[in-house]
Structure formats: C-alpha cells, structure tokens
C-alpha cells in the first residue's frame, strides 16, 4: 500500500499571480454578504475551485456523524449527491479527515476512491488516478472535505500550495456563513432533534433522511415545516411507497413533542376486534385473553404524537370511539368504565380518497374533518423529477455497502430509463428495484468487479411497465378490458383483487402465509382484504 503524501510547495509549482487569486476569490467574498440558497453558494464554491485549480470533478462534503454526506457536486454523476459515504467503509475519507493538512494521494495508491466510475462525461469505468483531498475545520472542529479529483495522475503535480491554503479559508468561511444562517433559523431545532433521535433508537425504528431537491420536494418540507410548529391534526395523503411514514415522523420530530413518544399503529394490520385494545388499552377479563391490564397507543403516546397509518381501513364504530378521544381527550379501557385523560396530537395518513369514502358511507364525515385540520399531500415519484436520480443514487451507495463493492454505479441509460418510468410503487418499488438489480447483476458477473454499473438491461423496467398498475390501481390482464367496460372503478378495482388473491393461492397450494408474502402483504391485511372480497 502507497502511503498518502501531503501536498508540498516545490520549485516547480506554477504560483499564480496575486491579481490572478484576487479576481478568482474576489466573487466569492462577494458572495459571504448576499442571501443566497444554500446550494447556489456551494455550487459558486466549488466552480471557483476548479477555475483555480483545474480538475476532472469536485465536490464539498458535510461530515455526520460517521457519514460523509454530499452537499454540492461538479462533474460528477448526479446521483451521488443521493449517496451517503460511511468513514468506515471508505479509507481514503478517513485519512483525509484523520489530517489537518490538504492530502494527496499517489496515482498507484492500493486505497479505493469512492468517486471511481463517478465522473461525468466519462466512458467505460475509468478510475479516478489523482486525488487531493482538503478538511474543512469550524470553530476547531472537522466539519467536512473539499475533494479534487482528475483523471491525469499528473494533473496536481505543480499546484501552488498558499493559493489552495487561501482558497480554504474562503471555503471555511462560507460554510461558516452556512452554519450560522442555519443555526439563527433553527433555534433549539438540535436539541429537538437529538431527543427525537435518542427515542427513535430506544423504540428500533430506523431513520431515513429526506433526500431531494425538485419543487414539489421542496413545497413539501415547506408544508412540513409549517405544521410542525403547531399542534394541529395532519392527514397525510399519498399513494403507496412514497413515504407518509417519514412525514409523520419529521413533523413530529420538528415539533415541541420531539422528546415525547412517537407511537405509530398500522390500522390495517389488526382486525377489528384487536384495534380498540391497541389504540385504548383494556383492563383484565375485557375479553379472552386479557389476562393483565394494558395500556393503549394513546396513552403510551400521552405527551407525544400517535401516527395512525392506513386511517381508512378503520371501521365506522372504532372511528366513532376515536373521534370522541380527539374532541375531548379522554378514553376508556376495554371493559373500564373509567375515564383516561391524554394529551396527544394525532397524525394519520392514508393513501385512499376520504372525501370519496365519505360520500360513500364508508367513513364517517366528522371523523374526516376532524382529521383533515391541515392536509399534507406526498407526490408521487413521477412528479418529483430528477429527484429520481438522487434516491437512486442513496439506495446505490446502500447495497454497495451491502455487497461490499467499491463503486455501484448507473450507465447513462439507465439513469434515462429511470426517469422515463412511471413509478406506480414510488420510492418503495425504486428501493427494491435498486437492490434487485444490483444482486443480479453482481451474480451475472464471473469475476467480481471493482465497479458494478447498472445498465437499462439490468434494470429491467420494460417489463415492470408492462406489470404496473393502470391508473385505476390494477395491471391490465390480457383480454380483460372488454369485460371490465361498464363495470364501475370499484368493482373493477375488488375483481382484480380477488383474481390476484385466488391466482397466488393457487400457486402457493393454498398457504395464506406464502401467498402474503407474494403478494407483499402483511397476513393479517391479506385476511382482513380476503373477508371484505368475500373469500373468507
């Protein structure tokens, strides 16, 4: 293994001229006074960074934790700004951030690069050859890299060492204007964080960052913000796989509950006889069983914020029983008469038409609007751009994690064909979608790559077209759209179903379980789907 070097002055370097630095670095001084966007500031930063010092690819990374999270790219492959680079599965970041001094690595060095096969414009899987690498310090403390990365393993032979140590400084100082702006609008936003943090990995729940940067993105962290501040009721909307859960659990996570429990109930997941139990508790004998008594969500939730997912597939008498707890705060325990006094804020989210349901007689219309104080929509994936690359990109640097490759990539095809999809399981189907093809593609390959790229072929998306759902929820069978003229949605929509229940059993030989698991569902939402088809 070759060692790094740190970048030294020499006589051979090329020093650039006091007038030539000015008028490069004079822009961004100019910049520390204006309000500018976060990500306009950073992208002058790193332009600026290549005008001086000219390279293949840039790119300024904010450390978290143990992970290295790209904030502006230039040159680079799009989606890695979706990537999330953990120190410990990339040595080269951790001797960067391990110096206080700019470091450069030799072009023969054994340590992989991260941005191998990440350079834009580039053909084939060439690899990166010369790397220098800058630490960012705040208030004396790491606070992320400045990379530069060049194809020519001679690019950096002459650099002029006082021109990047004054570049840096200008760089520290605009994340430093970051920070504080950041910082001035977030008061006690970390404290807040921290504490939901601290419950989050004490309950086992995962987190996940929202990743994006489209308008429709951004309108919705605008709405999420918004409500976070107050105490009012939200109804998530949206269809499946775009991600209500992490709504609910950001808006509860950015509100004054934050240290207080977030207590989530699958509503569709419990039969009915099961759902009053979970959500109030019940005393001991309420029902066969009930050997002990127990508390409810609400009440384990008391202080906090209760997520109620799939809200719709409530039934009208447990909606009745809820609405009262949200009028008045109060509940009984399943075989109490005894009152129960809670402080919560309730978040539902479902991805069904309440409106609809109402008129249908199917929920109730107070419960609706008590629930919709403040609507929160998710759009769907298709609506969100080249949002898509940046997921693709996070869920790519996962499974590389996973399969212990170097670099996981996406061919120029591919990231077309991603865009060009329709996206009926938004961010779920892209996750498994990503996973799926990376493992198969990794098994087609005989001798193990260095850098896994992701072609439209392994992608496979022609044929999850010709599966996905119409937009009435169901994939077109073949032969059947004569059959289901003048039939109504709803009807449409529950013989679809019973076909596909009927079909995986019969493939599963009548397990209910294996059939479940087929069809993605949970058992007991396969129970509660084949009743209401009337197959139970």
């Not at 680079?76 to 206080?100: E, I, K, M, N, Y």
């Not at 470091?103 to 010369?130: I, M, N």
């Not at 504490?195 to 929202?210: C, Y």
Request: glycine share 8%; with cysteine.
């Amino acid at each position: 293994m070759v060692n790094p070097t740190m970048v030294k002055s020499t006589a051979y370097e090329v020093k650039l001229t006091a007038r030539a630095l000015l008028d490069a670095l004079a822009p961004l001084m100019q910049d520390l006074s204006l309000d500018l966007p976060d990500t306009e500031r950073y992208r002058r930063l790193l332009q600026s960074l290549r005008a001086i010092f000219p390279g293949d690819a840039a790119a300024l990374l904010r450390l978290d934790g143990d992970t290295l999270v790209p904030l502006a790219i230039d040159g680079l492959a799009s989606d890695t700004l979706g990537r999330r680079f953990r120190v410990g599965d990339h040595p080269r970041f951790a001797q960067l951030l391990a110096s206080a001094e700019p470091t450069r690595f030799a072009a023969d060095s054994d340590l992989p690069d991260p941005y191998d096969g990440l350079v834009q414009g580039v053909a084939g899987k060439l690899e990166v050859h010369d790397c220098l690498g800058c630490p960012l310090f705040i208030g004396g403390r790491p606070w992320g890299l400045l990379t530069l990365d060049a194809l020519d393993p001679a690019q950096f032979d002459a650099l002029d060492m006082p021109a990047l140590q004054a570049f840096l400084s200008l760089a520290a100082a605009t994340v430093s204007v970051v920070e504080r702006i950041e910082t001035l609008e977030r008061t006690g936003a970390e404290e807040r964080r921290r504490a939901e943090e601290a419950f989050r990995q004490a309950s086992g729940q995962h987190r996940r960052d929202f990743i994006g940067s489209s308008d429709a993105y951004k309108r919705l962290l605008e709405e999420i913000e918004i409500v976070a501040a107050s105490d009012l009721t939200v109804l998530v909307t949206g269809e499946t796989g775009v991600g209500k859960e992490l709504v609910a659990n950001s808006i509860h996570a950015l509100s004054a509950r934050a240290g207080k429990p977030l207590i989530s109930l699958n509503c569709a997941a419990l039969p009915d006889t099961l759902v009053e139990s979970e959500l109030f508790g019940h005393v001991r004998g309420a029902f066969s069983g009930a050997s002990s008594d127990r508390l409810g969500k609400f009440e384990l939730a008391h202080g906090g914020t209760i997520f109620l997912d799939e809200v719709g597939e409530l039934s009208l008498a447990v909606q009745a029983k809820l609405l009262r707890v949200m009028q008045n705060g109060q509940l009984q325990r399943l075989g109490s008469d005894k009152e129960h006094k809670v402080d919560v804020r309730v978040i539902a989210a479902t991805n069904r038409d309440l409106a609809e349901e109402v008129r249908a007689g199917r929920f109730r219309a107070d419960f609706y609007h008590r629930l919709s104080v403040y609507p929160v929509r998710v759009p769907p994936l298709r609506e969100r751009g080249r949002d898509i690359l940046l997921l693709a990109g996070f869920f790519l640097e996962e499974n590389r994690s996973r399969l212990g490759l170097l670099s996981v990539r996406l061919s120029s095809d591919a990231q077309a064909a991603l865009l060009q999809y329709r996206w009926p399981g938004n961010v779920r189907e892209l996750e498994h979608l990503i996973g799926r093809s990376a493992l198969k593609a990794l098994a087609a390959n005989r001798s193990r790559p260095r850098i896994l790229t992701l072609t439209a072929a392994d992608l496979n998306l022609s044929d999850a077209v010709s599966h996905a759902p119409d937009a009435r929820g169901a994939a077109p069978l073949e032969g059947d759209m004569d059959e289901r003229a003048g039939k109504d949605l709803r009807s449409a929509v529950a013989e679809f179903e019973r076909t596909m229940v009927l079909d995986a059993l019969a493939r599963q030989q009548q397990n209910w379980a294996a059939a479940a698991r087929e069809l993605g569902l949970d058992p007991a939402n396969l129970n509660r789907l084949a009743k209401r088809l009337g197959l139970k």
